[in-house]
């Protein structure tokens, strides 16, 4: 029972983490009509999408940052072609983004991953970091301008990268507190995933369409190579005060700085198509190397060297 409340406070904790990734630093400004049970109900979606991520990792028995990155793939295979259907459009190129370019490479990598780094190097460090993140997030969000006709005013916009970044803080902390990943129960673990499959197959007969098929592909694979690459010790979150914790604010406040005074006001700039291009680039590049390094046979351990006499 423990582990299974562990790995459902993990969960729990993943869609705080996924929300500020994918959610708010993608799309810069807060949605149109959004409400406070609208916010709270796509975190609860994330959630769900990082069960079946966490399930992944553990049946996988993976580790490190291949964990942290293939991870992000499946919560954005799950999230891209299950919990919405973006993934099948404009087909092939969002098999990529934003699964793998936006999930994987930017909220697994660049928020999850670099943080959890980052609790481990000085204050100094960790708050270049996520500065480095914030502008990055910040230039993404000059683009907005081009497709919003009417932004937020920079209140909204403060308030909702400022939520949304507690949020991300609250699940870091909740990781750190968990430590080590938990194996629940098999059942446990299937729980999630099971109702994922059993929801895209109920789409898939409402919307036949043949690139439907591309997310089986897409998601076996990325599990083939997760089992092929297992190995090192079980999967463990960083743990640190919540005040260190706390530092990942920088990267959404400063992405809230840029979008409420350097970008509002302004026609915008075709900054989507530079994202994609680097971002889909660095996520299909490792992806497409983590394929081919689970190709490999695995290597055998090498003769044992008799005692010295």
Same mark, same amino acid.
């Given at each position: 029972?423990?582990? /299974? ?6 969960? #729990? +904790?993943?869609?705080? @983490? *996924?929300? !500020?990734? /994918? ?10 009509? @959004? ?20 399930? +992944? ?15 992000? &793939? ?9 919990? %919405?259907?973006?993934?099948?459009? !404009? ?14 490479? @930017?909220?697994? #990598?660049a928020v999850l991953g670099v943080q959890q780094r980052m609790l481990g190097a000085s204050v100094g460090r960790q708050a270049l970091a996520m500065l480095a993140l914030g502008l990055g997030a910040g230039f993404f969000a000059s ?13 909204? @916009? ?27 129960? /098999?059942?446990?673990?299937?729980? %999630? ?10 789409? *898939? ?15 076996? #694979? ?19 005060? #919540? ?16 979008? !409420?005074?350097? %970008? $509002? *006001?302004? +026609? *915008? ?6 994202? &994609? ?15 081919? $390094?689970?190709? $490999? ?5 090498? =003769? %044992?060297? =008799?005692?010295?006499?």
């Amino acid at each position: 029972m423990r582990d /299974s409340l562990r790995y459902i406070a993990a969960a #729990l +904790a993943l869609g705080g @983490i *996924g929300y !500020a990734g /994918s959610e708010a630093m993608f799309w810069s400004f807060p949605p149109q009509g @959004i409400t406070p049970l609208d916010w709270l109900a796509t975190i609860v979606a994330y959630a769900l999408a990082g069960a079946c991520a966490l399930s +992944a990792v553990i049946w996988a028995g993976l580790a490190g940052w291949r964990a942290v990155f293939l991870g992000g &793939a499946v919560l954005g295979f799950v999230v891209e072609g299950v919990i %919405v259907s973006t993934m099948y459009d !404009a087909f092939p190129f969002q098999l990529v983004w934003t699964p793998l370019a936006w999930h994987a490479a @930017i909220t697994g #990598l660049a928020v999850l991953g670099v943080q959890q780094r980052m609790l481990g190097a000085s204050v100094g460090r960790q708050a270049l970091a996520m500065l480095a993140l914030g502008l990055g997030a910040g230039f993404f969000a000059s683009y907005w301008p081009m497709e919003r006709a009417e932004l937020p005013p920079p209140g909204q @916009i403060f308030l909702y990268q400022a939520a949304s970044g507690a949020a991300a803080v609250a699940g870091f902390w909740a990781l750190g507190r968990i430590g080590r990943l938990p194996r629940p129960p /098999s059942l446990v673990l299937a729980v %999630v995933p099971v109702l994922a499959v059993a929801l895209w197959v109920i789409q *898939g007969i409402a919307d036949p369409r043949p690139q439907r098929l591309a997310l089986p592909v897409m998601l076996g #694979l990325t599990l083939w190579a997760m089992r092929r690459l297992r190995g090192g010790k079980a999967p463990a979150f960083v743990a640190a005060p #919540l005040a260190r914790q706390a530092l990942f604010l920088v990267a959404p406040l400063t992405l809230a700085i840029i979008a !409420a005074f350097a %970008v $509002r *006001g302004t +026609a *915008g700039f075709a900054a989507n198509i530079i994202g &994609a291009l680097l971002s889909g680039a660095v996520g299909l590049g490792l992806w497409l190397w983590l394929m081919w $390094r689970a190709l $490999r046979p695995p290597v055998a351990p090498g =003769p %044992v060297s =008799p005692p010295a006499p």
